[in-house]
């Protein structure tokens, strides 16, 4: 804390907003899961109830606890310390030990939060969700649980959407996938899969064979390309088929050097594929001399790549501090032998007779103009050519909304579904979307939030009502206890395979925790739910609590220094009895005179409890901020929903 340039944001007990924002894990979750109470019942050796929590407002915790994006370890104030709490993979510790892959779908199908569904039920009516993906297997898992029909129409012949398509086989297992979504469909959801829309059902299909309301969760199926010279050749392949054909077993034939456009994580996803041998399914009526084959090549492709032969490049357009990548996948990536050609920018694709030789690129040198629009500006002159026989496309996607007529009454917008963004409701009443068909690219958990509120919206449409989410808060005495030295416990990521196994096999590249471990990175966390509350009426300004604090976070400072926040001078106002346009006219060396005002830095707070100890007249105390949402529904029609003609 500076006492130059200082801001101010004031609150009472009575503020809940503000402290909530204070759980910054919770509030940066788009589904608010208390990331800090599952977090704090795993340092307490509390298994159990950490899954409870974690599983409450997530119906895919268990793949979350894989490969979610997790921002709230990106808002973690031990951050602000020095580094995040590993809360993904506490998360994983969890699930593995109660979640659908253990087995048991007991604990999954008590542990949702029905308190975030509307508490009214539905009368039976029959909905179709299409796509079972993230977004169209939440919404069917909260529609269920209302009492309607729901039956998912999947195009492909195993459902998962992005998670079975695009995430590479070594980071989420497969059976791990196939597991959370039994789980959901042991609810009673009826999948159907190979039946794609536009080609095997219509919306007007849906709607003749009585389904009142239609879900769409189609995703962004298809890659995007830059239309360089050489864009069509064979050897140029789009990404997001390369991972979906990679992820079913049914490899495409690729060469020995291999490069792939893009910098972000899936990018890496498709690299990091490609280093690694393809998985051949071997069906049982295979002859012997057919599984020979195949495992021949599977080893031939391996001893390719632990050779050296293999070659695998990224070329992206921004600096290597730049990347959208998360950083763990540049690193492990690395180790894995993928070569990295930063501030580069696809100029052309070098062929002989139609076949593959390089990739020409120029230096990038900046990617975003001043407004932070994107505008790459290159120097043509700093030519690169990097030899290969293998282009991939790894810089984003777009959707496929052929299946729509227009008689469906279903707009789009710049390639997307056009949607109500309170709602997620299209142009046609009936019809719902949303996930990355509606808002593009986003994080699943992104897709899970926003499929809840679909639900809520669909079951509104059909009941004729508003539900809306309200905070219940309470404050209690905290029961606040910290191990021995956890101010000084450093963040360890979890285990991971060698770099050599890790390129030579689809194994899993990340290991679970040990108990112990998992108990010490959870002790790391600073309680964020529990917080110092001044009783400024009894304060005597004694700076007790500005000497004892460890990290210099409290202070006293002079009126003076806090003129120019109205808020903070009304207080000051009303505890002298000294109007603000008196005040104004102070000198700063007579406000300085005139008294001070006690501030507290919360984003480097600890939580130690030493001031609340130092106290002499407990004007400062520690006490836990309990919340929970919940709907409540109120019977009359929602104005934001759009309801057909009766």
Known sequence: MTNDSL?????????????MRMVKCQDACPVHTNACGYVTAIAEGRD????????ATNPFASICGRVCGAPCEANCRRGSLDTPITIRALKRFVTEQFGPESGDFSWYREGCNTKMLPPEQGEGERIAVVGAGVAGLTVAHDLIQLGYKVTVFEAYDEPGGMLTAGVPIYRLPRDLVRAEID???SMGVELKCNMRLGRDFTIADLRKEGYKAIFLGIGLQKGRKIPIEGAELPQVFDGLDFLRAFNEGKPMEIGRKVVVIGGGNVAYDVARSAVRPAKVPMADAASDMERTERIAYDVARSALRLSGDKEVHIVCLEKRSEMPADEIEI??????????HAERGPRLILNEEGYVTGLRTVKCLSVFNDEGKFAPKFDEEYIEDISADTIMFAIGQQSDLSFLKDGDGVDVENGLIKVDPDTYQTTAPDVFACGDVAHGPR????AIASAQIAARSMHDYLRGTRTDVVVKKSWAPAKYT?????ERMRRELPPALESEKRASSNEIVE???????????AARCLRCNV???FDTSICIACNGCVDVCPENLIKLVGLHQVRADRGLMQIASDSLGITQADLAGYSNAELEELGGIMLKDEETCIRCAMCASRCPTHAIQMKEFRFTRECVTIHARNPKIRYAEQ
Not at 7 to 19: I, L, R
Not at 443 to 446: A, E, P, Q, R, T
Request: aromatic share 12%; glycine share 6%; charged share 30%.
């Open 7 to 19: 801001q101010f944001e004031v609150a009472d007990h009575k503020d809940a907003d503000y402290w």
């Open 48 to 55: 159990l109830d950490a899954y409870k929590i974690a599983r």
């Open 183 to 185: 789980a959901i469909l």
């Open 331 to 340: 690193v492990e990536g690395e180790e894995e032998g993928i070569r990295l």
């Open 443 to 446: 994080l699943f958990i992104h």
């Open 482 to 486: 910290m191990v021995d030295g956890w």
């Open 511 to 521: 290991i679970n925790y040990s108990d112990s471990e998992a108990r010490k990175q």
């Open 531 to 533: 917080n110092t509350v």
